[in-house]
């Protein structure tokens, strides 16, 4: 799909459809009333009539309406508040969209600039409207006999004033390498298990490093691993005939290239069976999606690869399958992780955390600005926050604070959690440094409190992205490409 912005009078362009929205009670704004006069009042009379009540997401289709360049005008309903929330947006750009790709035109010209969305200027509405109708469009049907129908819209115009011209362009730019960095993550979150394995993951990063200049690629193998010390990383693997591996990915696009960089740090589970400790098998298919946060940190770099933002940035990605057989790793089995710290693991689907130590260790070597690790590590974070809100907690509160600006600016939004140290005594052991659970309470926490454990020394923060990653079950079933905006807007934040 491609993007344009122009400062031109709507009723002057020729297009297969123009788009203007229209207010409840008849409500128009100025761009409306322009294109309403350049009609002598006929859109004023069909709303008269009672056509189109004006309800946020409600559409009517106008055909050869006089004095208009436009072959259709379509109609969108605004609703009464004076400012629309992001949801009332996202959900009036998406009633766009479905009716547009339901037309015969491979053009439209959305003439929205002059409606008001809360706490967004116009360069925060043009993100919002391009990443709703970028992401309205991604198709997985790879493995489908019968493909859908190639899309007939192939270009979306952006209608703005001469002085929002270059800051909406700007916005659309961003929300296009977004909406490519989360069709990426959603490609490799909807991948078959039996296809997307830790060794085609380290296949797709060395492909990403052909296709960018200037990203260094590392895939370190199980031998690697081994002589890191990385016993904890280890454990998680050894029952699976799928050997793991850590993916180092390296930008260096700051001015200053010895500038310390920011690191993003991805669970890469790409099966979780729960191992010995074996998941119930209703539903046990979508465990293919416990590797969506590697996939969040590969759709991160391609969004700022694409931007070629100046920052200086590491992606470490621990990927590994956690099956159950007679090498697999048992409750009651005692690890040594890359710090040297000892860990009793009792209960094995407690994995995330184990492979997360490990590479939270490895990341030391980068002497980084921050470091936030991304990961679908617990259900009781589900149970905490739903599918609307990813969990956030961390060592740092202005990094903390950071985050949650980010994803309030994204859309994509993260809900603090508390790491006092109370919760840090439910992970004692009486045999070990650390237990790997710490009992049916506060799980989401108490996870967290395990990985802070091995982040002492540096910055940082975990988004517990186990409600967000993906939509369970339905026609809608699939990853979602979440918390990338999020991730990416921290990243813009710290380039300015």
């Given amino acids: 799909m491609e993007f344009l912005v122009k400062s031109v ?41 009672g056509d189109l009540a004006g309800k946020v997401g409600q559409t009517l289709l106008l055909q050869d309406l006089p004095n208009l360049k436009a072959e259709r005008v379509l109609l969108v309903g605004a609703g009464k508040d004076r400012e629309l929330s992001d949801r009332a947006y996202r959900k009036l ?49 790879r493995f489908k006999s019968q493909k859908a129908d190639a899309p007939k819209l192939k270009k979306i115009t952006l209608l703005a004033d001469k002085a929002d011209a270059a800051t909406v362009e700007q916005g659309a730019r961003e929300a296009q390498a977004i909406a490519n960095g989360m069709a990426l993550t959603r490609d490799l979150g909807n991948l078959p298990p039996n296809l ?17 200049k200037g990203l260094k690629v590392e895939v370190l193998d199980e031998k690697k691993l081994r002589e890191l010390g990385m016993g904890s990383f280890l454990a998680v693997a050894q029952g699976s005939d799928q050997p793991p591996r850590l993916i180092v990915l390296q930008y260096n696009g700051a001015k200053k290239k010895d500038e310390a960089p ?35 940190v590969f759709g991160t770099f391609r969004a700022v690869l694409e931007l070629q933002l100046p920052i200086n940035l590491v992606g470490v990605m621990a990927c590994a399958e956690n099956m159950p057989s007679g090498g697999a790793t048992r409750p009651g089995d005692i690890v040594t992780t890359m710090s040297g710290q000892t860990v009793e693991i009792l209960n094995t689907d407690a994995e995330g955390r184990l492979v997360l130590c490990d590479a939270l260790t490895y990341v030391e070597r980068f002497k980084p600005q921050s470091v936030v690790d991304i ?59 650390i237990a790997n659970i710490g009992g049916p309470k ?4 108490t996870a967290g409190c395990f990985l802070s454990r091995f982040a002492k020394k540096f910055h940082w923060a975990h988004l517990d992205i186990a409600g967000t990653a993906w939509i369970s079950g339905g026609k809608d079933k699939g990853a979602t490409g979440r918390p990338v905006p999020l991730l990416t807007q921290y990243l813009l934040d710290r380039a300015k």
């Fill in 9 to 49: 009078r709507p009723e002057t362009l020729k297009t297969a459809t123009l788009v203007i929205a229209v207010g409840e009670g008849r409500k128009l704004g100025a761009t409306a009333k322009a294109v309403d006069e350049a009609t002598g009042g006929a859109i004023a009379n069909l709303l008269k009539r």
């Fill in 93 to 141: 750009v998406s009633a766009v969209l479905g009716n547009l790709k339901s037309l015969g035109g491979a053009d439209a010209v959305l003439a929205l600039g002059d409606l008001a969305v809360k706490g967004r200027n116009a360069h925060g509405k043009a993100r919002l409207q391009v990443e709703t109708l970028a992401d309205g469009t991604y198709v997985f049907d």
């Fill in 196 to 212: 997307c394995h830790p060794t085609f993951l380290g296949e797709q990063a060395k492909a990403l490093g052909k296709e960018y």
């Fill in 262 to 296: 920011h690191v993003l740090v991805g669970k890469g589970i790409t099966f979780d069976t729960g191992g010995i400790s074996l998941k119930p098998g209703l539903g046990m298919d979508e465990m293919k999606f416990d590797m969506c946060g590697a996939a969040s």
């Fill in 375 to 433: 990961a679908t590590l617990t259900g009781a974070c589900i149970v905490a926050l739903g599918s609307n809100t990813s969990g956030l907690m961390g060592n740092n509160d202005a990094l903390v604070k950071q985050l949650l600006k980010a994803g309030e600016v994204a859309d994509d939004r993260a809900w603090q959690l508390p790491l006092f140290d109370e919760y840090q005594e439910q992970l004692d052991s009486p045999f070990a440094d």
């Fill in 442 to 445: 506060a799980g989401t926490i």
